[in-house]
């Protein structure tokens, strides 16, 4: 509803009482927990450097540096020469994963995990401390560093957008509520960056036509809001405010599966087409896995990706004539790979491969993609 006073209504109506739960630098916490001697250094996960490998997580001693995750290995060592650079522990990291969710149980069944270290909890019917989020959202936290050695940060809000954004405010281990009365405070003077679907280029477009924080958006006339942000205009209104009414999913379905694979060297189309083999076999391994779980699961599109030398990412998608409960051939995928390749003819340094997926027994039940998960 494009209308102020009543979305201000919904707003103080909101009554959904949600924990976000983010472990605190989760993959490097776990290193240090490991090996004490890296607790006081400066110290990323992730690939070495000389390559093109990019850190997973870093500890907060490297981000004093201007270290983050994403970052390349070189870029972060240029940046923090005493950088500690470990390989990361998958298998240690899903271990304390399933700690981390089995606590989460105790306090509620609806829980939507985002990734191992980070969760939605809907605890509006718990009646544990009477029903108080912030109380119960602080004995999870103490449950997780009892159990793993870890800390968590905590956000409370009444609903998601809020949950996860009051998450960030004090970290590390820390936590922070927002009552529905506090919410219009709260979100007057919130910078739009900080909103979901606003990144930092689209902030700095935003900042230079005279729209920086939540109010610019509350008071601009609906016409011209319409006129500028298209469909993600009514979205946009409802955060401006600290409106969201997405629910916590605890069932929900893949909507896509999918491998990819990043070279050392960049390569030319022949050398490309080579690899999609090995891309293939791995992508068969998933599906199959996967089908284990979902017999019902189909295979409905098809999907190649490039990513060129200079970051530039490609991707072309195919719809089968017939949803196919077996993966398709890799000949379908050698020759959309071939005239994608063809058609932006430059040297590549990642290819991807994967399928879109229906159900028979039902609907897609949730618009979550998981491109190139494991």
């Known amino acids: ?220 006339d609906l016409f011209t809001l319409r006129k500028k942000f298209g469909n993600y205009a009514h979205r946009l209104f409802e955060l401006s405010f600290g409106y969201d009414d997405n629910e916590v999913i605890t069932d929900w379905l893949r909507k896509s599966l999918g491998v990819e694979e990043t070279f050392q060297d960049d390569l030319e189309i022949e050398d490309s087409l080579s690899q999609l083999s090995d891309i293939y076999l791995e992508l068969e391994r998933r599906f199959d896995k996967f089908k284990l779980k979902h017999l019902d699961a189909c295979a409905h599109k098809l999907f190649v990706k490039i990513k060129t030398h200079d970051f530039k990412q490609h991707s072309f998608e195919r719809v089968l004539d017939k949803d196919q409960k077996d993966l398709p051939h890799a000949d379908d995928f050698y020759i959309m790979l071939k005239d994608l390749l063809l058609k932006y003819n430059t040297p590549v340094r990642l290819i991807g491969a994967g399928i879109r997926l229906s159900y028979e027994n039902g609907p897609e039940q949730l618009n979550l993609e998981y491109d190139m998960a494991n």
């Not at 923090?80 to 089995?102: A, D, T």
């Not at 306090?107 to 989020?133: Q, R």
């Not at 606003?198 to 935003?206: N, P, R």
């Open 1 to 220: 509803m494009f209308d102020a006073e009543s979305l201000k209504l919904k707003v103080l109506s909101q009554h959904r009482k949600i924990i976000h739960i983010d472990m605190d630098s989760f993959y490097a916490s776990v290193e240090m927990r490991d090996h004490p001697e890296w607790r006081n250094v400066p110290l990323a996960v992730g690939g070495p450097p000389g390559t093109r490998a990019v850190l997973s997580t870093c500890n907060y001693q490297a981000r004093k540096f201007g270290v983050k995750s994403a970052m390349p290995s070189s870029l972060a060592l240029r940046l923090c020469p005493e950088l500690l650079i470990v390989p990361g522990r998958m298998s240690v990291y899903k271990e304390v994963s399933n700690q981390i969710h089995e606590i989460f149980k105790k306090y509620t069944d609806s829980v939507e995990p985002l990734s191992l270290d980070e969760a939605y909890l809907d605890v509006t019917d718990s009646e544990f401390f009477n029903g108080s989020a912030t109380l119960i959202a602080k004995q999870i936290r103490n449950e997780i560093f009892e159990v793993t050695g870890l800390t968590a940060s905590a956000g409370i809000a009444p609903n998601k957008f809020l949950a996860k954004l009051s998450s960030d405010w004090n970290k590390p281990n820390g936590q922070f509520t927002i009552s529905p009365q506090d919410i219009s405070t709260f979100i007057i003077n919130l910078p739009l960056a900080k909103l979901p679907g606003i990144g930092a280029k689209t902030a700095q477009s935003l900042e230079r036509r005279g729209f920086k924080t939540c109010q610019d958006i509350q008071i601009i």
